[in-house]
C-alpha cells in the first residue's frame, strides 16, 4: 500500500488575498463599465440640449414675431353696422373764356398736384410755358376766386338714401392742399349734426349717396371731377378718382378691422395699428401721411410743399419765398420735379413707390391705421348720359355699397406668455425628461435633512 504524499492546505490568508483580488477586479470591471456609460451619457445630453434650445428658439419665434394672427370673425356683417364712408368732391379741370392762360397754368397744377391721368402726358415744355407765373399766388388769380361757390350754385340735385334733400345740409364746403371742395360724412360735419356719422340699411344703385352737378357756371365750365372715398375721420381716401363723363358710379366694397385688447402688449410695429388712446391729441394717420408726403419732395425737390408760392407783384425785386423756418416753399418752377416722381399729396397711400431708371424701392411712412377702423374700396367706373338734352350740362355722382354684407376681420392673440411656457415645459420633458417637480426633488437631495433613507 503506497502511501500518500500529504500536501499542505492553502493557508487562509493566501484565500482572502485571492479573492480580495477578485473582487476589486469586479469593482474595477464595474467601475469601468459605468464611467464608460456615464461618459456615453454625455454626448447624448448635449445633443438632447441643443435640440431643446433649438425647439426652443423656433416657439419663440412664434412668439416673438407672428404673435398677432388677423382672421375673418364674420361673413355675414350687414352694412348698417358700419358707418357710410365720406365723400369729397373736387373740382380738377374747368375752362375759362376771360383768362385762358391762367386756366390753363391752373389746369396743369391741378394735373400735377392730382397725379390725374393727363400728368402722364405732360413733358418739359409744358412746365416752361409759364415762367412768368413762378412767383405768383394761385389764390389771387380770378379763376380761383370763380370756383367759390355757393353749393346752391353748385349742385343741381341731392339724394341720400333714395330721398330728396337740401345739398347745403348734405355738403360742407371746405378747402384742400390746393383749392376748394364739398365734403360729404366728414369731419367737417361733426360738429354740426347730433346724428354723424351717417349709415344706410342697403345697396345698390341710388341707395347711398346719389348728387347731380351743374357744369356751366357764370364764369367757367367744369371738365373733370375728383372724387375720394374715404373714411370719415380721415382726411384722405384709398384712391382718387378722376372723370370728365357725365355719369360717375362708384361702387364700394368695404372691410372691417377690430382687434382684441390684448394685441396692445405687442409693439404697434408688429401689430401695425393704434388703439383710440394711443393715438396722440390732434393727429391723425392722415396728418401723418401728408408729413411724410412732404417731407419726400422736400427730400426730391429741395422745397417745401406749400404751393402756390406768396405772391411777388414787385417784378424788379423777385426773391423766392421762404417760411418761417428758411425753406423755400415750391413754386409753379417746381412742377417738373413733383412730376418726375409721380407722388400724389392726396394719395392715402402708406408706401410710397421710387420706381426710377429701373430701380425699384418704396419708402414705408409708418403711419398706421386705428386698430377698430373700416376700409372702403372702390371700383369706379363711368359713362356718358343717354339724352342730348342733359349731355354736357351736368354730371352725375353715385357712390353705393355694392353688396348687403362684407367680411369682418378681427386681430388676436396666436400665440401668448402661457402658450410659450407650456410649449418650454412640453420641449424639456419630451426632449430632456426634466419637470419642475423633478429638478426640485433633485435639489432637496443635495441636503442631508431632505434626503429620504436608503430602501424606502
Not at 412668439?63 to 358707418?83: A, G, L, N, P
Not at 417746381?334 to 430701380?359: G, T
Not at 412640453?426 to 430602501?455: E, K, T, W, Y
Request: proline share 4%.
Amino acid at each position: 500500500m503506497s502511501a500518500t504524499a500529504w500536501k499542505p492546505e492553502p493557508a487562509s490568508e493566501a484565500n482572502d488575498d485571492d479573492h480580495g483580488e477578485s473582487k476589486k477586479q469586479k469593482k474595477k470591471q464595474a467601475n469601468g463599465w459605468a464611467s464608460t456609460r456615464r461618459y456615453a451619457r454625455i454626448p447624448m445630453k448635449i445633443m438632447a440640449a441643443l435640440a431643446t434650445v433649438y425647439v426652443s428658439m423656433l416657439s419663440s419665434e412664434r412668439y416673438f414675431y407672428y404673435w398677432v394672427q388677423t382672421s375673418i370673425e364674420r361673413t355675414d356683417m350687414h352694412v348698417s353696422e358700419i358707418v357710410f364712408p365720406a365723400v369729397t368732391i373736387i373740382p380738377i379741370h374747368f375752362s375759362s373764356l376771360k383768362a385762358e392762360k391762367l386756366t390753363k397754368a391752373y389746369n396743369l397744377v391741378q394735373s400735377v398736384i392730382w397725379q390725374t391721368p393727363m400728368s402722364a402726358h405732360l413733358t418739359d415744355d409744358n412746365f416752361t410755358e409759364f415762367a412768368e407765373l413762378d412767383n405768383w399766388n394761385m389764390t389771387s388769380w380770378g379763376i380761383y376766386q370763380s370756383l367759390q361757390v355757393n353749393c346752391r350754385h353748385f349742385f343741381i340735385e341731392c339724394q341720400w338714401r333714395r330721398r330728396t334733400m337740401n345739398c347745403c345740409d348734405l355738403f360742407r364746403p371746405t378747402k384742400t392742399f390746393n383749392g376748394f371742395a364739398f365734403e360729404f360724412n366728414s369731419l367737417v360735419s361733426s360738429g354740426k349734426d347730433d346724428t354723424w356719422p351717417w349709415s344706410v340699411a342697403a345697396s345698390g344703385s341710388y341707395s347711398g349717396l346719389y348728387v347731380k352737378i351743374k357744369r356751366q357756371h357764370s364764369l367757367y365750365t367744369l371738365n373733370t371731377l375728383g372724387v375720394i372715398v374715404h373714411e370719415p375721420t380721415q382726411l384722405l381716401g384709398m384712391s382718387i378718382d378722376y372723370s370728365s363723363e357725365d355719369r360717375i358710379v362708384v361702387p364700394v366694397e368695404p372691410l372691417r378691422f377690430t382687434a382684441e385688447l390684448e394685441v396692445r402688449a405687442r409693439p404697434v410695429q408688429m401689430r401695425r395699428c393704434y388703439f383710440a388712446n394711443e393715438i396722440p391729441k390732434g393727429r391723425s394717420r392722415s396728418e401723418c401721411i401728408y408729413k411724410c408726403h412732404f417731407n419726400y419732395i422736400f427730400s426730391k425737390c429741395n422745397c417745401s410743399l406749400e404751393l402756390p408760392v406768396q405772391a411777388i407783384l414787385d417784378e424788379a425785386n423777385i426773391t423766392d419765398a421762404k417760411q418761417s423756418n428758411g425753406r423755400r416753399i415750391c413754386g409753379v418752377k417746381d412742377l417738373a420735379c413733383f412730376n418726375r416722381h409721380r407722388l400724389s399729396l392726396f394719395s392715402m397711400s402708406n408706401i410710397i413707390e421710387e420706381s426710377r431708371d429701373n430701380v425699384f424701392n418704396t419708402v414705408d411712412c409708418g403711419c398706421f391705421p386705428q386698430c377698430d377702423h373700416t376700409q372702403y374700396h372702390t371700383s369706379t367706373y363711368t359713362e356718358k348720359l343717354s339724352t342730348h338734352s342733359s349731355h354736357g350740362a351736368e354730371v352725375e355722382i353715385d357712390v353705393y355699397f355694392q353688396e348687403e354684407t362684407l367680411f369682418s376681420y378681427r386681430s388676436m392673440l396666436r400665440f401668448t406668455l402661457i402658450d410659450l411656457m407650456v410649449s418650454y415645459g412640453g420641449i424639456a420633458g419630451l426632449i430632456m425628461g426634466i419637470s419642475v417637480l423633478g429638478c426640485f426633488n433633485n435639489i432637496l437631495d443635495h441636503f442631508a435633512c431632505c434626503r429620504l433613507p436608503q430602501g424606502s
